[in-house]
């Protein structure tokens, strides 16, 4: 059984009058990707910093591997690795020197293994303010996992990111994973999650509204299912298809949404037959979580 890395239960924030986080808990396990999900304002970056003792919670428990990151930060820095945002470098620092600074702090040999992996071997002499978005991110992401911290929190990971430098990180994180290091992930990319995350929580308006792994999400609420059909003929013009509350058209396809789709997609083929059509593309798809999460927005508002 795999041991319980974070513990929050009953969290709270308050800026002012303001409450940030509404009483959340939630617990990761050893060898997760844990994400959190949300717009901007939900309240995801304040439970990140008091997850990484920057801040202090107004209530509720937090613990990271039995430590209290607002009673105990000094034990921190050995147990987490975290990715901001926006780094603090200086815009001088070469990549060679931050890695061997973050290196010396930790009381560890110099990891440029990691510059190597992350594609960054070539940029050892160049400035932090010379690097391109993709290249500060990756280096952002050696220097948090440079000591092998069994919990690594990144804020908005690749944001910004070319498809190629979100590619490495993503196989990066998974190798994390795989080797035992537990990773939250603070994103609203949905993609992103539904790529990477084992369980997600989705956070609104400061509480946790939905959490379960995303496929256990994208089949909770309406649950329909999409229902892409393109035929030679016009024979799908008339609807009455098996649990189709909705059917819409988007370029040459029928598109259905369906609370029964083996059967919609039976009565769909038989019709096309009969009506000695060709049956030119189908395509059945889960919702996304996408869908899920505009869904328990509108229910939230």
């Known amino acids: 059984m795999k041991d319980m890395v974070v513990m929050v239960k009953d969290f709270s924030k308050q800026y002012g009058g303001v409450t940030a986080v509404d009483g959340i808990s939630f617990t990761v396990k050893e ?31 937090i613990r990271i591997l ?14 987490v690795g975290v990715q901001l945002q926006q780094a603090a470098l200086p815009a001088t620092i070469k990549v060679e020197e931050a890695i061997k600074l973050f290196s010396a ?10 510059l190597e992996r992350l594609g960054l071997q070539d940029k050892m002499q160049q400035t932090y303010q010379s ?14 996992v440079a000591h092998n911290p069994k919990l690594v929190i990144l804020d908005e990971p690749t944001a910004g990111l070319d498809v190629q430098s979100r590619v490495t990180l993503h196989q990066v994180l998974r190798e994390l994973r795989d080797a035992g290091t537990t990773i939250i992930l603070s994103t609203h990319d949905m993609a992103e999650v539904e790529s990477l ?24 609420g309406n649950g329909l299912t999409k229902i892409s059909v393109r035929a030679t003929g016009q024979s799908l013009l008339q609807n009455g298809f098996a649990g189709v509350v909705k059917a819409t058209v988007q370029d040459d396809y029928r598109i259905y949404y369906s609370s029964d789709p083996g059967a919609a997609v039976c009565e769909i083929i038989a019709r096309i037959n009969e009506a000695g059509e060709e049956l030119e ?21």
């Open 66 to 79: 039995d430590v209290d990151p607002a009673a105990e930060p000094g034990k921190l820095p050995q147990l």
């Open 31 to 61: 060898g997760e990707i844990f994400a959190l999900l949300g717009p901007n304002g939900a309240g995801k970056t304040s439970t990140l910093e008091c997850l990484e003792g920057i801040r202090k919670q107004d209530g509720g428990t």
């Open 281 to 301: 593309d189908l395509r059945v798809e889960r919702p996304s979580l996408e869908e899920r999460f505009l869904e328990l927005t509108q229910e939230v508002h």
């Open 197 to 220: 995350a084992d369980r997600v929580a989705i956070m609104l308006k400061g509480k946790i509204v939905a959490s379960g792994t995303p496929r256990e999400l994208t089949a909770t």
């Open 105 to 114: 702090y930790h009381g560890i040999k110099p990891r440029f293994d990691l």
């Open 131 to 144: 690097l391109s978005t993709g290249q500060k991110r990756r280096l952002a992401l050696a220097l948090a």
